[in-house]
Nanobody, 115 residues
Framework: QVQLVESGGGLVQPGGSLSLSCRVSENIFNFNDIAWYRQAPGKEREFVADINVGGTTNYADSVEGRSTIFRDNAENTVYLQMNSLEPEDTAVYYC?????????WGQGTQVTVSS
């Protein structure tokens, strides 16, 4: 069974930065892509960013320009660096790995942006 473990969440002040990690139990090149999603209280889960097996990245408009998704192949880990955080970024952040139509999710990590 594929396992994804997120870490790096926490409380940060507006304007601050965080780096989230998603460690995958298998070789990340086994997956078509690995993505970050988030879900704020009372809202649906939404796409944040992804990176595919070829290294191409995509970002949601809401985080474009202040977030970077990258990977450490040797550690089977995908990171999400987020800068200039805003209260609207407060959410549980989930990592998702995809093989064709099969999706595997982590348990999520809470990010709270507040002064």
């Amino acid at each position: 069974q594929v396992q994804l473990v997120e870490s790096g969440g926490g409380l940060v002040q507006p304007g601050g930065s965080l780096s989230l990690s998603c460690r995958v139990s298998e070789n990340i090149f086994n997956f078509n892509d690995i993505a970050w999603y988030r879900q704020a209280p009372g809202k649906e889960r939404e796409f944040v960013a992804d990176i595919n097996v070829g290294g191409t990245t995509n970002y949601a408009d809401s985080v474009e320009g202040r977030s970077t998704i990258f990977r450490d192949n040797a550690e089977n880990t995908v990171y999400l660096q987020m800068n200039s955080l805003e209260p609207e970024d407060t959410a549980v952040y989930y990592c998702r790995a995809r093989i064709l139509r099969r999706n595997f999710w982590g348990q999520g990590t809470q990010v709270t942006v507040s002064s």
